[in-house]
């Protein structure tokens, strides 16, 4: 059963990509790269050329070079599995051996047009012109106002009967057969609107787009990471479909939902930004997570995937074919391919904030003042004997333990001061070392200082200072930075949890737990100067705060480093000065983080349940650029109010009782800020919220308060912060060999107004533009083909994703011109559009051909047939439930039936998805698949017969059934479970067989039978 699961999954891979994109897209940017050199018109070493189809058959000294759908054969892949080739050259690696191998298999496939290179090529004036001409797909759309009927011959066709067109649209709008009811009292109009109106239309079409975006909630390879926020664009999907917001609204959001001027909000109350989610589409492809710079191709490759699915999704064109050299099948240089490269490189990869206000803290910043004041009474109360203290404690040192002590003085905060007073090391920083060392007099310590500095200035230039203010170039989001301005000195946080009543007092910066570590906040630096080798940052941060160095957009790269510290601490980035990649530093709270959850050991003592809950925060002061790899020595400024004349002892109480006193009335400076940190970790200022009753209950109400925060959502986006760049070609496709730059801009086979984008920033919504603009010849006609393809089985055009000149034609032009006129003219309304299909005469046809139910239905009917379908809607993915589960790589164990969740809420990982869903053919995501595979292989029947899911359902059904009417003759049972499953009654003669059957098998037996019907499986 395992062996014939991964045959249905290996069938479902290699349908993958047709043989036209195969060959363009993995086999010939190879063989030029590799084989050209020694082996094409210029040179044909063994007498062997491989720049055409027929040379490679003829082959050379050593027979055949290629032999078709036998690549156990022939000499070219024989000479690169053992390595004898390329010569002197790289060899190929395991995955584009691969790519030949299959490329044989489906039958060698080469492009006619690429074989008469040399007569008619894309070098040669007016090609490209020619191909654009004579296209049908390129020409501007024509439509009419003939009725679908009356363009397909269909009008006045015999209907179906009314239960097989009910489970016929049911299915089609919401994926789930209709409910009895419907059945009995079916009026095919009004039920076509309220299967509409229903949230389960959403769900269901959903699904479909989530193949067009090749949907996926972690990112593959060997750790799997998490796409933490992909639910949250398949929640965007359902939304946007159940509230017919216009497919060219929805073409702008996925291109640049984050560039809109007016986005748009959910359920129009405009508490979330809605458009933005759009864009997480982007980020839903496979990426790596190694060094970038090393390994070039890790972000090339996600370029290309996203470059694919874009150029697919929304035009039916396989534009990344010319990654590596000009399209020999339609008019896309390789121009065209950088200058999107260039489009999508210039902007970053983020994660944003949807929350498009802050919540409210009214109650917070009312109660901060008073716990202040509370606190520093308390403190100045309990400071006021320090003078004495500090006595006792050096004549305790000085004579031993045991001297009398006054009236009110405390024997264990002596004994405290004593430990303190006897540390073995303490540095030059430390408020009692002056007390504890001879030689520290104030000339010694301004000549430090004055050493300090002077050491500071040399080796270090301010790259960026967050106590004055926000830098230019540097951007932010976040609820704890909505109000994102610099705090003064001594700005604190008030502990949410424990008995502490304060968890941080703060020098001057910018930090995003001022009144939350709830309110999450990213910081993200400009372009990082190549002037310096390194930047460090000052900072504070815990419950995994971050800072991340992102090289050329690698947002899993592994230069991360987890801040987790009370006191201001230099963390460095490199700003990889020996490579011309663009770098950028960004600061996170958890839930902004991408590498969370992190892999397995990456960090000591910590795994998921670190990064559980939303309370995480950092801090920052300052940053420096500098060359060697150290850090700026501290100050020591704050040391010099112990030098004021007076006694040592009552030097030190008034330093402690002066720092209380100017952080009460709110004029700490960072040098008080210093002395109450460290009198605060050395237990000096006992930091709890029992210190007086006053203070106990203002905690209690800042903690309530708190509490009824609204959490921070976030997702996976684009965000444009940078000045655009265009992108040097890739010669031959290769990173490390740089052409020219290509200009930014839209596709050269568009009309030339759509071409143009905005020069100064990254183009994304100019792009975004081009394609919904009614003008564009492909945009219209592609979601029409696609809906039509969802409605009927089969699209007009039959290769969805493939518009070219090597996709299918399509089969009636002037229908889904027609219709691709109208679907614009109407407000590109998807409703409406579908609604027009539905109910044309061509639906409803007695003769419309049978398909099987896809993977989602097939699950989801059993489900609400069993009566175990929970109708929740949104929210985090359940885990499928897994033969091997490997929580090292993210492949968790679930419940066997989902929790009832519909199979739209499964979660799908890039390593092992729902293996019943893959069984019956759902795509791998990996790219766009318009148009799925289907398949009828024995692992489907095994499943229906085998598969525990399905044996629990049928068990639940027969329990229901049984529950719900325990008199229930024989006949009345099996009419019910007709109904529910196949949407009408038995016959007699279907009676008499199925009466036998309950006779010999418990009802459980009798449902699981009912599910592996035909009749259950296929729609008429």
């Given at each position: 059963m395992r062996l014939a699961a991964l045959l249905a999954l290996t069938i479902s891979l290699f349908g993958a990509e047709d043989s036209a994109e195969l060959f363009e897209k993995r086999v010939r940017p190879v063989l030029a790269a590799k084989c050209y050199g020694c082996h094409a018109a210029e040179k044909q070493f063994g007498g062997l050329r491989v720049d055409g189809r027929d040379r490679l058959l003829r082959g050379g000294q050593n027979g055949p070079a290629v032999v078709p759908e036998h690549p156990e054969q022939g000499s070219l892949l024989a000479a690169v599995r053992s390595g004898r080739m390329p010569m002197g050259g790289v060899k190929l690696t395991r995955q584009e051996i691969a790519s030949f191998e299959e490329w044989v298999r489906k039958g060698a496939y080469w492009p006619a047009s690429a074989d008469a290179a040399a007569k008619a090529s894309v070098g040669d004036p007016g090609f490209y012109e020619k191909l654009k001409r004579e296209h049908w797909a390129y020409q501007p759309v024509r439509g009419g106002s003939k009725s679908i009927d009356a363009l397909t011959g269909k009008a006045g066709v015999r209907a179906a009967e009314p239960y097989v067109l009910a489970r016929r649209v049911a299915n089609v709008l919401t994926g789930l057969p209709p409910k009895p009811a419907d059945v009995k009292n079916f009026q095919y109009e009004a039920y076509v609107d309220r299967l509409l109106t229903s949230p389960q239309f959403g769900e269901r079409w959903a699904r479909h787009w989530m193949d067009v975006v090749r949907y996926a909630e972690t990112y593959g390879y060997e750790w799997n990471f998490e796409i933490k926020s992909a639910w949250r664009y398949r929640d965007y999907l359902i939304r946007a479909f159940n509230a017919d917001v216009p497919y060219d609204q929805l073409v702008r959001e996925h291109i640049a939902g984050d560039l809109l001027a007016s986005p748009r909000t959910r359920d129009n109350k405009g508490r979330f930004n809605e458009s933005i989610l759009g864009t997480t589409f982007y980020r839903l492809g496979e990426m790596g997570h190694d060094d970038c710079i090393q390994f070039r191709e890790l972000r090339t490759d996600v370029v290309d995937n996203q470059i694919d699915t874009l150029t697919k999704a929304f035009q039916g064109m396989t534009v990344s074919c010319a990654r590596c050299h000009d399209h020999k099948i339609d008019p896309i240089p390789t121009e065209d391919y950088y200058a999107l490269y260039g489009i999508l490189s210039s902007s970053r990869p983020i994660t944003a904030t949807l929350n498009r206000k802050a919540p409210d803290t009214a109650k917070l910043t009312a109660l901060k003042p008073q716990i202040r004041a509370a606190l520093a009474e308390a403190w100045l109360a309990d400071t006021a004997k320090l003078v004495e203290e500090l006595k006792i404690a050096q004549a305790w040192r000085r004579d031993g333990a045991g001297s009398a002590l006054p009236a009110g003085v405390d024997a264990h905060r002596i004994q405290a001061w004593v430990r303190l007073l006897d540390r073995k090391k303490v540095d030059l920083e430390d408020p009692l070392y002056p007390l504890t060392h001879a030689d520290a007099t104030e000339v010694a310590y301004e000549k430090e200082i004055a050493a300090r500095e002077k050491y500071n200035g040399e080796k270090f230039s301010i790259a960026a200072d967050f106590q004055r203010d926000l830098p230019a170039g540097w951007s932010w989001d976040g609820l704890g930075l909505k109000d994102a301005r610099p705090a003064s000195s001594g700005e604190f946080a008030v502990a949410t949890e424990g008995h502490a009543a304060v968890s941080g007092i703060f020098p001057a910066g910018v930090y995003t737990n001022l009144l939350s570590d709830r309110m999450n906040g990213v910081l993200r630096s400009p372009l990082l100067g190549k002037q310096k080798k390194y930047m460090s940052l000052e900072m504070v941060g815990g419950n995994a705060g971050a800072q991340r160095t992102i090289v050329d957009h690698c947002v899993i790269g592994e230069d991360h480093q987890i801040v987790e510290t009370a006191a201001p601490k230099w963390f460095t980035a490199s700003t990889k000065a020996d490579s011309t990649l663009p770098v950028y530093v960004e600061l996170n709270t958890k839930s902004d983080n991408p590498r969370l959850p992190e892999r397995a050991g990456r960090f000591k003592d910590f795994n998921d349940d670190s990064i559980r809950g939303p309370r995480s925060f950092f801090g920052v002061t300052r940053a420096y650029y500098h060359d060697e790899k150290l850090t700026p020595k501290p100050a020591l400024s704050h040391m010099?109010?112990?030098?004021?004349?007076?006694?040592?002892?009552?030097?030190?109480?008034?330093?402690?009782?002066?720092?209380?006193?100017?952080?009460?009335?709110?004029?700490?400076?960072?040098?008080?800020?210093?002395?109450?940190?460290?009198?605060?970790?050395?237990?000096?200022?006992?930091?709890?919220?029992?210190?007086?009753?006053?203070?106990?209950?203002?905690?209690?109400?800042?903690?309530?308060?708190?509490?009824?925060?609204?959490?921070?959502?976030?997702?996976?986006?684009?965000?444009?912060?940078?000045?655009?760049?265009?992108?040097?070609?890739?010669?031959?496709?290769?990173?490390?060999?740089?052409?020219?730059?290509?200009?930014?801009?839209?596709?050269?086979?568009?009309?030339?107004?759509?071409?143009?984008?905005?020069?100064?920033?990254?183009?994304?919504?100019?792009?975004?533009?081009?394609?919904?603009?009614?003008?564009?010849?492909?945009?219209?006609?592609?979601?029409?083909?696609?809906?039509?393809?969802?409605?009927?089985?089969?699209?007009?055009?039959?290769?969805?994703?493939?518009?070219?000149?090597?996709?299918?034609?399509?089969?009636?032009?002037?229908?889904?011109?027609?219709?691709?006129?109208?679907?614009?003219?109407?407000?590109?309304?998807?409703?409406?559009?579908?609604?027009?299909?539905?109910?044309?005469?061509?639906?409803?046809?007695?003769?419309?051909?049978?398909?099987?139910?896809?993977?989602?239905?097939?699950?989801?009917?059993?489900?609400?047939?069993?009566?175990?379908?929970?109708?929740?809607?949104?929210?985090?993915?359940?885990?499928?439930?897994?033969?091997?589960?490997?929580?090292?790589?993210?492949?968790?164990?679930?419940?066997?039936?989902?929790?009832?969740?519909?199979?739209?809420?499964?979660?799908?990982?890039?390593?092992?998805?729902?293996?019943?869903?893959?069984?019956?053919?759902?795509?791998?995501?990996?790219?766009?698949?318009?148009?799925?595979?289907?398949?009828?292989?024995?692992?489907?029947?095994?499943?229906?017969?085998?598969?525990?899911?399905?044996?629990?359902?049928?068990?639940?059904?027969?329990?229901?059934?049984?529950?719900?009417?325990?008199?229930?003759?024989?006949d009345a049972r099996l009419r019910k479970m007709f109904l529910e499953a196949l949407s009408r009654e038995p016959s007699e003669a279907e009676l008499q067989r199925w009466r036998a059957l309950a006779a010999q098998l418990p009802w459980k037996d009798v449902a699981h039978t009912i599910f592996n019907t035909k009749e259950f499986l296929y729609l008429r």
């Open positions: 010099r109010r112990l030098f004021s004349g007076k006694p040592m002892d009552d030097a030190f109480a008034a330093a402690v009782q002066g720092a209380i006193v100017a952080w009460r009335d709110q004029k700490a400076t960072d040098d008080d800020v210093q002395w109450l940190n460290w009198l605060l970790r050395e237990g000096v200022l006992v930091n709890s919220r029992t210190l007086t009753p006053q203070l106990r209950a203002l905690s209690d109400a800042y903690r309530a308060a708190e509490a009824g925060l609204e959490e921070p959502e976030v997702a996976y986006a684009m965000g444009d912060f940078d000045p655009g760049s265009d992108q040097p070609i890739f010669l031959a496709g290769q990173a490390l060999s740089l052409g020219k730059p290509a200009p930014r801009h839209f596709l050269s086979l568009m009309p030339e107004a759509l071409r143009g984008v905005n020069r100064e920033r990254s183009g994304r919504r100019e792009l975004a533009e081009a394609i919904a603009n009614p003008a564009n010849p492909l945009t219209a006609r592609v979601m029409v083909n696609r809906v039509w393809h969802w409605v009927f089985g089969k699209g007009i055009v039959a290769s969805t994703d493939n518009f070219g000149r090597y996709g299918d034609k399509p089969q009636n032009q002037e229908l889904l011109d027609t219709l691709a006129a109208r679907f614009a003219a109407n407000g590109w309304s998807i409703k409406r559009l579908i609604r027009e299909m539905v109910l044309s005469d061509t639906f409803r046809a007695a003769d419309s051909p049978v398909r099987r139910l896809d993977a989602e239905s097939v699950r989801d009917a059993i489900l609400a047939v069993s009566g175990r379908l929970d109708p929740k809607m949104y929210g985090e993915s359940v885990q499928p439930r897994r033969l091997e589960p490997k929580d090292y790589r993210r492949l968790f164990q679930g419940p066997l039936d989902g929790d009832g969740r519909r199979s739209i809420y499964l979660k799908i990982t890039r390593m092992e998805g729902p293996r019943f869903l893959e069984i019956f053919d759902m795509p791998p995501p990996l790219q766009t698949r318009g148009n799925r595979d289907v398949t009828n292989v024995p692992s489907q029947a095994l499943a229906l017969l085998n598969d525990p899911f399905v044996i629990a359902q049928a068990e639940f059904w027969a329990e229901r059934l049984v529950r719900e009417d325990r008199d229930a003759t024989v």
